[in-house]
């Protein structure tokens, strides 16, 4: 029976460790740019993936395949799509409120349930088109423009949230694609190898970038090198869950169960960033949570 729920928990986890992470990210844009907030979810992110992977060969007792063509063909475009989403989101949240901001990257369930069938012909249920449908109208109501508010800046931010949205939507079905091409025998490790070799992609490409145009935002990095400690562990953690649920469930009840976020987000905005939520906003949550339910028990 727990089996069942274990995709859901491995969701729950990643989509608190991801809110986290993301609150640490928006701190340090101000100092590192976009770019250089991005990438500190890989630098150092990289080193602690690694150290999960050792551990889950030392429990299973299974060493990691090599990355065949195919498996490494997913990662890479799953690496390169979560690159421009997370920079997409990053210029989000400087247009608008920290919960609004990932609020629009979670139109993206809809774009999952769309990838997933063109890509890996995984056909949805009813109850998760249904989910996804009154999740996104949360989104919708979310976003939704006040009379007072800055209309111009609202459709940058729009924009640039459902950018990200889509674009995490193919990550999304590319990392499932390319742990389903793993040859591991243990789901744990298909999950946790696919995930060395997406950071290490994201990792050497970004850093080899930074070297040729922009070597005083690396630099940056280095000497921010504690909070963006935190920021890597925290973002492996959460990538290491959503890699696990991806191996054992579609990514359309995942990412749709992933909105969970939003909850967790509205805690920062407020604690943190001492940020209020309209009552549209709060209408939009109530919808958000609701569709999270329909994916549970459905």
């Known amino acids: 029976m727990f089996g069942e729920w274990l995709w859901a928990v491995f969701t729950v986890t990643a989509a608190g460790a991801q809110t986290m992470r993301n609150a640490m990210q928006k701190e340090l844009t101000a100092t590192l740019g976009t770019v250089g907030a991005t990438h500190v979810r890989f630098l150092f992110g990289l080193p602690f993936a690694v150290v999960f992977l050792i551990a889950v060969v030392a429990v299973t007792g299974e060493a990691p395949p090599l990355p065949g063509a195919n498996a490494l063909a997913w990662t890479a475009v799953g690496a390169g799509m979560?690159?421009?989403?997370?920079?997409?989101?990053?210029?989000?949240?400087?247009?608008?409120?920290?919960?609004?901001?990932?609020?629009?990257?979670?139109?993206?369930?809809?774009?999952?349930?769309?990838?997933?069938?063109?890509f890996l012909s995984e056909l949805p249920t009813g109850t998760v088109v249904l989910a996804v449908v009154i999740a996104t109208a949360g989104v919708l109501l979310m976003s939704w423009p006040t009379k007072t508010a800055n209309r111009d800046g609202i459709a940058r931010a729009s924009a640039l949230g459902v950018g990200s949205g889509a674009m995490f939507a193919l990550s999304a079905v590319a990392y499932r694609g390319g742990i389903q091409a793993s040859t591991a025998d243990s789901f744990i490790v298909a999950a946790s190898s696919t995930l060395v070799v997406a950071l290490a992609l994201q990792t050497a490409t970004v850093t080899a970038l930074l070297l040729l145009r922009r070597p005083d935002t690396l630099r940056s990095i280095l000497r921010m090198w504690r909070p963006s400690m935190t920021a890597g562990f925290l973002g492996a953690l959460a990538s290491q869950f959503w890699f696990l649920a991806f191996a054992i469930q579609h990514a359309a009840p995942v990412r749709t169960l992933g909105l969970i976020e939003i909850l967790f987000a509205q805690i920062v905005s407020r604690r943190l960033f001492r940020q209020q939520t309209s009552r549209m906003e709060a209408v939009g949550i109530g919808l958000l949570v609701l569709g999270v339910i329909m994916i549970l028990y459905g």
């Open 82 to 118: 979560q690159f421009g989403a997370t920079a997409l989101m990053l210029a989000a949240m400087d247009l608008r409120s920290f919960v609004v901001a990932i609020a629009y990257t979670k139109t993206e369930p809809v774009l999952v349930l769309l990838f997933s069938v063109v």
